[in-house]
């Protein structure tokens, strides 16, 4: 692959962040962000995503049909670099854009791909995914939610958890099982829910890091019309899979930049730590030897999503290879913002809110969300399987 922007990707680049420093909202592109919170919050980021979107910037790949742009897949790349780079805000629908979208331009039917997939690129509704259950995660083919044929539809009863946005979302990728007489990949359909409904309870769980972005759904006798079932009924799972793959295949590139981003400031952290005995931090032997690890990480992050994004390129699907970005992205970013409370030493107790905390305790919160990085889009565990099975071809592990 040719990591050069040809001259056409290379003026994209150069408007695209002509209009970033233009229209970045106001205390954004930096450390640290004025992100409002509450209520506020919404609304400011539904804004934001309009504007991305009147600019030409979402759905740069999808069909003009449906709102997009029909732009080359390398553009959408430099997009998400750019915008990790300049620390902007993301777009409100990161499951719209990133999985649901992509799923309902593949299986959907042209009412559902009219309906849904330009109020979703202009952030105008915002979309949840109900996946995981209490007692189905990994093993996403033993979910319980059951949905029973009602007339042209369905009546959905059940428990969904861990569902991101679903305190904000208007619509919600379901999927429930319609028969339980085969085996557990079989007799699952794909749903698009609508959150509104009756029937449906959304529960927000708060989070190490003190926020509650992930919720529980309770679904109690939810109708859902016939026409938003996705592909076949019964043949749910194929479906899923497709929402899976892009969920990590999106992770890339926005990651690799923000990863750079993010060790910038650690060095910087580095360099601005008092180390005891004199000097600062970025003077100590064993720091920089982290560093140096962590520097040459972030750059083999870099050139494993290139490799990714190059066979999607060929492919036009996104392919196992991007759970190797997901594994080594979640492992580096613990241990990167783990370097950073080393870093700090006795100041690392200090959490935000305390005076004396450094940056107003970022690295604590960065820390502490990275926890569920290893578990989120797939756990380590599970994608060390498919890296050994479907990309190193080793033999099956059950
Ligand atoms: C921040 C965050 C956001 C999330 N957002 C969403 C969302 O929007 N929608 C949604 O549906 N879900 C979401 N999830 C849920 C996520 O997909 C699941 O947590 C994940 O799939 C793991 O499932 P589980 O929690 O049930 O753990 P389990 O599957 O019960 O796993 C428990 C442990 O056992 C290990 N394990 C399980 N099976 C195997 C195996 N075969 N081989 C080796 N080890 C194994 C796992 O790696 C893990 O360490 C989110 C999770 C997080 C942390």
Same mark, same amino acid.
């Given at each position: 692959?040719?990591?050069?922007?040809?001259p056409? =990707?290379?003026?994209?680049?150069?408007?695209?962040?002509?209009?970033?420093?233009?229209?970045?909202p106001?205390?954004w592109?930096?450390?640290?962000n004025d992100?409002?919170?509450?209520?506020?919050?919404?609304?400011?980021?539904?804004?934001?995503?309009?504007?991305?979107?009147? /600019?030409?910037?979402?759905?740069?790949t999808?069909?003009?049909?449906?709102?997009?742009?029909?732009?080359?897949?390398?553009?959408?790349?430099?997009f998400? =670099?750019?915008?990790?780079?300049?620390?902007a805000p993301?777009?409100?629908?990161?499951?719209?854009?990133g999985?649901?979208?992509?799923?309902?331009?593949?299986?959907?039917?042209?009412?559902?791909?009219?309906?849904?997939?330009?109020?979703?690129?202009?952030?105008?509704?915002?979309?949840?995914?109900? +996946?995981?259950?209490p007692?189905?995660?990994?093993?996403? /083919?033993s979910?319980?939610?059951?949905?029973?044929?009602? &007339?042209?539809?369905f009546?959905?009863? &059940?428990?969904?958890?861990?569902?991101?946005?679903?305190?904000?979302?208007?619509s919600?990728i379901l999927?429930?099982?319609?028969?339980?007489?085969?085996?557990?990949?079989?007799?699952?359909t794909? +749903?698009?829910?609508?959150?509104?409904?009756?029937?449906?309870?959304?529960?927000?769980?708060?989070?190490?890091?003190?926020?509650?972005?992930?919720?529980e759904i309770?679904m109690?006798?939810?109708?859902?019309?016939?026409?938003?079932?996705?592909?076949?009924?019964?043949q749910?799972?194929?479906v899923a899979?497709?929402t899976?793959?892009?969920e990590?295949?999106?992770?890339?590139?926005?990651?690799?930049?923000?990863?750079?981003?993010?060790?910038?400031?650690?060095?910087?952290?580095?360099?601005?730590?008092g180390r005891p005995?004199?000097g600062?931090?970025?003077?100590?032997?064993?720091?920089?030897?982290?560093?140096?690890?962590?520097?040459?990480?972030?750059?083999?992050?870099?050139f494993?999503i290139?490799?990714?994004?190059?066979?999607?390129?060929?492919?036009?699907?996104?392919?196992?290879?991007g759970?190797?970005a997901?594994?080594?992205?979640?492992?580096?970013?613990?241990?990167?913002?783990k370097?950073?409370?080393?870093?700090?030493?006795?100041? /690392?107790?200090?959490?935000?809110?305390?005076?004396?905390s450094?940056?107003?305790?970022?690295?604590q919160t960065?820390q502490?969300?990275?926890?569920?990085?290893?578990?989120?889009?797939?756990?380590?565990?599970?994608?060390?399987s498919?890296?050994a099975?479907?990309?190193?071809?080793?033999?099956?592990?059950?």
């Amino acid at each position: 692959m040719d990591f050069r922007d040809t001259p056409e =990707e290379a003026a994209f680049r150069s408007r695209l962040r002509t209009w970033l420093d233009e229209n970045l909202p106001e205390g954004w592109g930096r450390p640290g962000n004025d992100e409002p919170r509450g209520p506020e919050r919404l609304a400011f980021l539904k804004d934001w995503s309009r504007r991305l979107y009147e /600019a030409g910037y979402i759905g740069i790949t999808w069909p003009k049909r449906y709102g997009g742009y029909e732009a080359p897949l390398s553009h959408q790349a430099i997009f998400l =670099e750019e915008l990790g780079k300049a620390e902007a805000p993301e777009h409100v629908g990161v499951i719209g854009l990133g999985m649901a979208g992509p799923t309902i331009l593949a299986h959907g039917t042209e009412e559902q791909k009219d309906r849904f997939l330009r109020p979703m690129l202009a952030g105008e509704e915002v979309w949840c995914q109900g +996946f995981s259950e209490p007692g189905a995660g990994s093993d996403l /083919a033993s979910l319980q939610t059951k949905a029973v044929p009602d &007339g042209d539809g369905f009546r959905v009863s &059940g428990q969904k958890v861990w569902s991101s946005f679903a305190h904000i979302a208007d619509s919600c990728i379901l999927l429930a099982r319609t028969d339980g007489s085969g085996s557990k990949h079989e007799g699952l359909t794909y +749903f698009l829910m609508d959150m509104h409904a009756t029937g449906v309870e959304v529960r927000p769980i708060r989070q190490i890091t003190g926020d509650a972005e992930f919720n529980e759904i309770f679904m109690d006798d939810v109708r859902i019309p016939g026409d938003m079932v996705v592909g076949q009924v019964g043949q749910g799972w194929a479906v899923a899979i497709t929402t899976l793959m892009n969920e990590r295949a999106n992770i890339g590139f926005m990651l690799s930049s923000r990863m750079g981003l993010a060790f910038r400031r650690l060095a910087d952290l580095a360099a601005a730590t008092g180390r005891p005995g004199g000097g600062t931090m970025a003077d100590d032997p064993l720091t920089r030897d982290r560093l140096a690890r962590i520097w040459a990480e972030v750059q083999a992050l870099r050139f494993t999503i290139y490799r990714s994004f190059s066979a999607f390129l060929k492919t036009g699907m996104p392919g196992p290879e991007g759970s190797i970005a997901k594994l080594a992205w979640s492992d580096l970013n613990q241990r990167l913002t783990k370097t950073a409370l080393d870093i700090e030493g006795a100041f /690392a107790v200090l959490g935000a809110g305390s005076d004396r905390s450094i940056a107003d305790g970022r690295w604590q919160t960065l820390q502490l969300r990275s926890r569920g990085n290893s578990i989120e889009g797939g756990t380590s565990e599970i994608l060390r399987s498919i890296v050994a099975e479907r990309v190193l071809g080793l033999p099956r592990s059950r």
